[in-house]
């Protein structure tokens, strides 16, 4: 057996699973997860048009480059978000799901063979990251989320010998769990650290697309261009169609940015199997040249956003975040754990404890004392959430 398994951490699902064997949920009232981000709303018409009308497209084996109208479809839908230009051809991959590109990115681009090999993750995180930092041969670094900067990552915590040794930096933006995104003057000093350095920025962005106010979030290769590095040199983002466009199970993103990682991305892809059916990228096509669902989506969660982040805050440390479909909530008493098993035990609401989210980096773990929810459930279903969470957080303060 490959002997990196054994480095691997339990996901944070399994984890509180094994926190609540033998707990019994209140039996009087139906569940309701705020676990799992896994959206709710109903996938678009026209993508199931798109699969249905496109069945015939079975009988092919697809190419890993993808077909020329997808990656096309990819380019445009770049320049109407961010304004941006690529080369669709060598700037553009198609990848199953942003998850599975996060993870094989590292394979590519990481060399074992150097001394310290490093990959830097935010903490909180996105579990893959540090699955693909360690399964690639490396060793990972942690940047704390900041509270007093709507829990950004604090990249200042990571010194100078790290850096050094650094092959590969992950940033999501916006932020799983925490929703910040990250200004221009915050990219610009990642991009300094690259260029110095000589590591590869991965921009998870599969959050991109819900967001609160008028502005959308700035993306990763938005600001390289903003501040003249329209070659996007050694930067990737990574962005999906899951959130988007509701459609988890289809597993459809794509990747761009630097053209030569990019095509040493393709070339591992064309040996790891991971080409996307013919019937998925026509599907895909129809779902990127599509903006009316998107907004129809966003309201949605805006309205839930709207109807469920005051009512928290009055018994908890809640505010609404700059993005994403979470919310990150301080527990009174400070042990996320204990919180998240009593309401489970008492109300039936599943959230997730912060601590499981985050390592601890020098007696420290960023999670801890706070708990994720994620507002994916329709809105009646969000607020009688909420009511219980507002229930049960007051009995533990009369």
């Not at 798109?50 to 380019?75: D, I, M, Q, W």
């Not at 590292?106 to 990959?119: M, S």
């Not at 591992?268 to 096509?285: F, I």
Request: net charge negative.
């Amino acid at each position: 057996m490959n002997p990196l398994l054994a480095r691997l951490n339990p996901y944070p699902f399994e984890r509180w699973r094994e926190l609540t064997r033998g707990l019994v949920p209140n039996p009087a009232l139906r569940p309701v997860n705020l676990g799992i981000g896994e959206p709710k709303h109903p996938a678009p018409a026209l993508l199931e048009e798109a699969l249905v009308a496109n069945l015939k497209s079975l009988a092919a084996y697809p190419a890993t480059a993808g077909e020329p109208a997808l990656r096309e479809a990819c380019a445009a839908w770049l320049v109407r978000r961010y304004g941006i230009t690529v080369d669709a051809a060598s700037q553009v991959l198609p990848v199953l799901g942003s998850r599975e590109a996060l993870f094989s990115f590292a394979q590519t681009v990481i060399d074992p063979t150097r001394e310290n090999a490093t990959v830097v993750c935010p903490n909180p995180f996105y579990q893959i990251y540090e699955g693909a930092a360690l399964l690639a041969g490396a060793r990972t670094a942690f940047a704390p989320s900041d509270p007093a900067r709507n829990f950004a990552a604090d990249w200042s915590a990571i010194d100078d010998a790290t850096w050094a040794t650094t092959q590969l930096l992950y940033v999501c933006s916006p932020g799983n769990p925490t929703g910040a995104v990250m200004p221009l003057d915050e990219w610009a000093r990642l991009f300094e650290l690259s260029d110095r350095h000589g590591f590869v920025i991965a921009s998870d962005e599969c959050y991109s697309e819900i967001y609160f106010r008028d502005e959308a979030p700035l993306g990763g290769l938005e600001a390289a261009a903003k501040l003249g590095r329209s070659d996007f040199r050694n930067l990737v983002a990574f962005t999906s169609l899951s959130k988007r466009s509701n459609v988890p199970g289809l597993r459809s993103g794509f990747v761009a940015g630097d053209a030569a990682l990019l095509k040493a991305f393709l070339l591992y892809r064309t040996y790891h199997g991971s080409a996307m059916s013919p019937l998925v990228q026509r599907a895909s096509v129809a779902a990127w040249n599509d903006e009316t669902h998107v907004v129809a989506n966003r309201e949605a969660y805006r309205q839930k956003f709207a109807a469920v982040t005051p009512r928290l805050a009055g018994v908890l440390d809640v505010a609404l975040p700059d993005a994403g479909f979470y919310l990150w909530a301080a527990v009174p008493g400070g042990d996320d754990v204990a919180y998240a098993q009593g309401l489970l035990a008492q109300y039936n609401v599943t959230v997730l404890p912060g601590s499981l989210l985050a390592r601890s980096v020098q007696g420290r773990n960023p999670g801890a004392g706070r708990v994720r929810m994620a507002l994916v459930a329709p809105l009646e279903e969000c607020l009688e959430a909420a009511e219980r969470i507002v229930s049960y957080t007051e009995s533990l303060t009369r």
